[in-house]
């Protein structure tokens, strides 16, 4: 399932007061069983921690991990309701069924092996925990991540339309990230050992466009609602899915 990209790059994380954070929050709540309230919740490829704060919101606790931190724990939360720890998301420094959910927001498409990284992702849930999971739209009509090509060196493509649809190999030979389709997402998931529950398209919040009239009128009348039906609209896929590990031993002591 991972594939060789040559020129993988780490992700540019949202910033705070984005409209795709909300969504994704929006979202995740939706997608969890009423009234769940995990006690301890890790959030994969953490970044500047915008998306992060928000898993506050209904974890009891919250860990970040991320190679490549902007903002640690003291920084972010004077309270240190979050923990943010440089590490690996293919070797996560915790045991085995420590967590009740674990958050990943655009985050697989940028590492070296998303196959691994969901494994480990399942590995430190404990029996039954849950796993939320964001990666970008195949059929989005941009490319939101940019790529190199011989001779051109890099380019923007999330001004240039179709580029996300070239076949899937020919994509991955000159593209910054990987780009998922849906049933490509759910099989990466279920061979991770999850147990899929929910999954859909996140419409595009254009949150790239400048602040004006345009964005405005398009939110209103277009990309109103924070899922979609129809893929062209959806910048973003989900997964809600719960792990399946029959673990011997769950760890009961913090990470």
Known sequence: MAADIKHL???????PGHLILERRHQILKHSLPDGFKPERALDIGCGNCAQTAFVTRIAVR??????????DSESLD?????MVIR???????????????????????HLPDDLSALTEAN?????????????????WIFETHGGVVRGLGWIPWNRIPLVSWLPQK???????????????ARELVERAGLRIQDC????APLDVLPEGW???????????????????????LYLTAQSSVMLSTVANSNP
């Open 123 to 139: 590995r430190v849930l404990r029996p039954g925990g849950w796993l939320f999971l964001t990666v970008p739209n195949k059929w």
């Open 200 to 203: 859909g398209y996140v419409t």
């Open 170 to 184: 020919l994509h991955d030979r000159i593209a910054r990230a990987r780009i998922y389709t849906l049933s490509r």
């Open 9 to 15: 790059e780490p992700g540019k994380p949202a910033e």
């Open 87 to 109: 590490a690996s998301a293919l070797s996560l420094p915790f045991r085995d069924g420590c967590f009740d959910l674990v958050t990943a927001f655009e985050v697989m498409e």
């Open 214 to 236: 345009l964005r405005k009128c398009l939110r209103r009348c277009i990309f109103n609602k924070r899922t979609t039906r129809n893929p062209l609209l959806a910048v973003n």
């Open 62 to 71: 919250t860990f970040g991990v991320d190679l490549h931190p902007q903002l």
């Open 78 to 82: 004077s309270s240190r309701r979050i």
